[in-house]
């Protein structure tokens, strides 16, 4: 496990605790994800607005959907998701990004770089959950790593 996940968090050997953790931490970067992706969508500039106008609007909508099946998928494991700008925010690593202007280019570096850094964390956490036997947990993050996948082949071919 790398330096994506605050183990800081865990409670000694109470599985339940530490993966409610994990999925809180995901949570909050997905809200700051999801906040930078309507960024981008508002404040893209240039020849490309209309396709990347466009293609951020995909991707802040996939973000609120992993942010609601996060937070019910901790709410199965009988916890409780983080529901507060100040919570999310003790949690968040994403770098935020100003409100400006931006080019095409601009955009599409960042976001290589935003999806890298939650497709890490994802990783990270689906493999804790399946070395411990939660494979719903890391099936439901699997399927948002596949999603990022492409995205990430998409967004490097775009920039070449
Ligand atoms: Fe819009």
């Known amino acids: 496990m790398n330096n994506n996940i605050n183990n800081n968090k865990n409670t000694g050997d109470n599985y339940q605790q ?4 994990y999925l809180n931490q995901f949570l909050s970067n997905i809200v700051a994800l999801t906040i930078k992706m309507y960024n ?3 404040n893209i500039v240039g020849p490309h607005f209309f396709t990347l106008h466009s293609k951020f609007e995909e991707y802040y909508k996939k973000s609120t959907d992993m942010f609601d ?3 019910e998928r901790i709410k199965q494991l009988d916890g409780f998701p ?3 700008i100040s919570g999310f ?3 968040i ?3 935020e990004a100003e409100s400006k202007n931006y080019t095409a280019n601009e955009v599409i570096r960042s976001t290589i770089g935003d999806f890298k850094y ?3 964390m994802g990783s ?3 493999s804790y959950a399946a070395s411990i036997g939660d494979g719903v947990t890391s099936g439901l993050i699997g399927n948002f790593l596949q999603y990022l996948e492409k995205q990430l082949w998409m967004l490097e071919a775009s920039i070449k």
């Open 89 to 91: 925010s003790s949690n």
């Open 40 to 42: 981008y969508h508002w």
């Open 93 to 95: 690593g994403l770098r």
């Open 82 to 84: 983080i529901t507060t």
């Open 18 to 21: 530490q993966i409610i953790n």
């Open 124 to 126: 990270d956490i689906a």
């Open 69 to 71: 099946i996060i937070a």
């Open 118 to 120: 939650i497709h890490r």
